[in-house]
């Protein structure tokens, strides 16, 4: 369960604005919730080139952490960080949930949050076009290709966009050193109790912000 005082990721998604998809109140539950971060500052001591980190949270619709790691990294920059660290979390999260889950992602990154529901609104049978052309930064390689198939495996997604100083991924991401216990937590295959919910009000549904990434 979530630290006592700490909002679980289902709170944090529902509080948050997901860019570019309106959604109503009872399509907002997700089954599980992945919270990713990405860091290329460097540790004390170390270049430019090293000291990054990559972190995920993973919990279900109930509160019942999944895993959490928090590795180190050598991304090009902070913004190709990102992009690796939701690779990752996709693909920690398929092997642990159903294909037909349902996945509610929280960034504090805001390009992709974007471009993650784009995709979603291009290639899951929406009705609405996608807002805009996705571009991806040129060092990201391949991460992105992974994301859109880890995307695609999963009946529904949803990314919202979260701050930094609210994001539980994001001292795994910007301390691994200090963190690196967190990655011998014993695997869970957790299912959620079921999702639905009688709640009236709805959440925030869409995000006007700008482009400006963490």
């Not at 913004?79 to 159903?98: C, F, I, T």
């Not at 571009?135 to 995307?151: C, D, E, M, S, Y």
């Amino acid at each position: 369960m979530a630290a006592y005082g700490r909002p679980t990721l289902r709170d944090l998604f529902d509080e948050s604005p997901t860019p570019h998809i309106a959604h109503p109140p009872r399509s907002h539950h997700r089954d599980f919730y992945l919270a990713t971060d990405g860091s290329f500052r460097p540790h004390s001591g170390e270049t430019a080139d090293h000291g990054g980190g990559l972190g995920v949270v993973i919990e279900t619709f109930d509160g019942q952490r999944v895993t959490r790691l928090s590795v180190p990294d050598t991304a090009p920059d902070n913004n190709v960080a990102e992009y690796r660290a939701l690779h990752l979390g996709l693909d920690v999260l398929a092997a642990r949930a159903p294909r037909d889950a349902r996945v509610g992602l929280l960034i504090d990154h805001d390009q992709l949050a974007g471009n993650v529901n784009a995709e979603v609104l291009a290639t899951h049978g929406s009705v609405y076009d996608p807002p805009h052309a996705v571009t991806v930064p040129r060092r990201t390689g391949l991460h992105w290709r992974g994301i859109q198939a880890r995307l695609n495996g999963f009946t529904e997604v949803r990314a919202a966009r979260i701050s930094g100083d609210r994001n539980p991924a994001h001292p795994l991401a910007n301390a691994p050193d200090q963190y690196a216990h967190v990655n011998g937590e014993p695997d869970r295959c957790v299912l959620p109790r079921t999702t639905t919910t009688d709640d009236r009000v709805p959440p925030p549904s869409r995000s006007e912000r700008g482009g400006a990434s963490d």
